[in-house]
């Protein structure tokens, strides 16, 4: 049984919680069915996606092309817009003579952002499957170039079944999908190499004061979604109430100067001496275990995958109360939930840690337990892959063959010379100006490097 895997990303900083769900779908998939031979479209160039790929020997094409769902604002200028709808197609268009060389069983789309695999597998009427890993725009500021709502129809139109990572983003995408296509796989982790990558010791200190009072790790890259002004903020009340407190955040991050600003917030609140960024790690574990509680203070999270690792970790977790964390975290057993908007919640409920002594192990304890109950509710990955296999050979919707002509068009008119050099130059310019290009990707890099380029 062959199966076409497509990722929307590179992973060029590091392997996101999407990339590493699918990795071990995959990676549980073929150990459970020897028969199932996998193979990968992925963004070109290469990236840390595709090093994982080649450490398992499965084998891969990269493309180049962007998505549905950007964080450009919308409308782009017309050069970007042209010269990427070419790219968009022509990847259209080489994914479809690959499927046919390669004769898949089925297709399967990874993330709401680049629907090309899909549009590949409809144009031949290859059963297609969909994992819906995000909201998109409301967790990562996305821009869905035809709105959410076209977007998520689309996606059910284009697929035979879709997959959500939990029951909240289930309710959401159920708003335009039909709900027999939607099924729930919470995101599988392995807890054994969990805990054993938590026994070692942190590359760095992650709490370096002396006394630093109650120990607070969130692991997440640091960006205004992901919440960690809300800790900074609540470790600001805490210091007002009384509270010793200290805070260590591990991630990267790519707004520039947003490292700044969070330091520059703990400042203004009298803790800068007790924030810690401890910045990318390849294994963050060790920072999990060195606290006594973890915070996942995101607006709104698909899954929380960071969740579930906090309690494998045998931590427990204060968590916001929307999206799919508050479906992991047991309040009052196996941490407690906050409302986003109210850092005095989570200070609130990080201050009963700090006031009850053995509470954060108890509830601990009770954390790590909760684990395999959660990974072996209705929404398991053999459920997922159950379900999956049960596409193959199965009716399947197919694009009018007018589709194939359609997407070759943009490439033909780009090969004819459309695309002159003062396009070019254009293009150039806007990527060079947006986040996206070569300088936005250098102001992502975190510590020197963004304080020598803003000038600070």
Not at 32 to 56: M, Q
């Amino acid at each position: 049984m062959r199966v076409i895997f497509s990722n929307h990303s590179t992973a060029p900083v590091n392997l996101g919680g999407a990339e590493r769900s699918l990795l071990k779908l995959v990676d549980d998939w073929t150990a459970s069915n020897p028969d199932l031979e996998p193979f990968f479209f992925t963004k070109a160039p290469t990236g840390l996606f595709t090093k994982a790929l080649d450490e398992r020997s499965w084998k891969y094409r990269a493309f180049r092309f962007r998505g549905w769902a950007l964080p450009s604002v919308q409308p782009a200028p017309v050069v970007e817009r042209t010269t990427f709808a070419a790219a968009d197609y022509q990847a259209v268009g080489a994914m479809i003579t690959e499927l046919e060389r390669l004769k898949p069983d089925l297709v399967v789309t990874n993330t709401l952002v680049a629907p090309w695999a899909a549009f590949a597998a409809k144009t031949l009427g290859i059963p297609h499957a969909w994992f819906v890993r995000e909201y998109g725009d409301l967790d990562h500021d996305l821009k869905f170039q035809e709105g959410r709502e076209r977007t998520l129809a689309d996606i059910g139109l284009l697929s035979e079944a879709v997959f959500t990572n939990s029951l909240a983003l289930k309710r959401h995408v159920a708003s335009q999908v039909p709900d027999d296509k939607i099924s729930v796989v919470y995101p599988s982790v392995d807890t054994a190499s969990i805990r054993t990558s938590a026994e070692q010791d942190p590359a760095t200190v992650p709490f370096p004061l002396a006394d630093p009072g109650l120990k607070i790790t969130v692991v997440g890259r640091v960006e205004p979604g992901k919440g960690q002004f809300r800790a900074v903020d609540a470790l600001g009340l805490l210091k007002a109430d009384g509270v010793d407190a200290s805070l260590c955040l591990v991630g990267s991050w790519k707004t520039p100067g947003y490292d700044l600003e969070l330091r520059d917030r703990a400042a203004a609140l009298g803790v800068a001496d007790r924030v810690t960024f401890a910045g990318e790690q390849d294994n963050p574990y060790p920072y999990v275990a060195a606290a006594d509680v973890c915070v996942t203070p995101s607006t709104i999270e698909a899954f929380g995958r960071t969740t579930l690792e906090y309690l494998a970790v045998g931590r427990p977790v204060v968590a916001s109360s929307t999206g799919g964390s508050a479906e992991l975290v047991e309040p009052g057993v196996t941490g407690s939930l906050f409302d986003p908007e109210s850092p005095r919640e989570l200070a609130d409920a990080l201050a009963v840690y700090a006031a009850t002594p053995g509470l954060a192990e108890t509830h601990g304890a009770a954390a790590a337990m909760s684990v395999e109950r959660v990974l072996e509710s209705g929404f398991s990955q053999e459920a997922a892959i159950a379900r999956l296999e049960s596409l193959v050979g199965a009716p399947a919707y197919k694009l009018p063959d007018i589709a194939r002509y359609w997407f070759a068009l943009p490439g033909d008119y780009a090969s004819l010379g459309a695309t002159t050099a003062r396009m070019a130059a254009g293009l150039l310019a806007s990527r060079l100006r947006t986040r996206s290009g070569m300088v936005g990707r250098i102001l992502r890099r975190p510590g020197v490097a963004t304080r020598r380029i803003l000038g600070r």
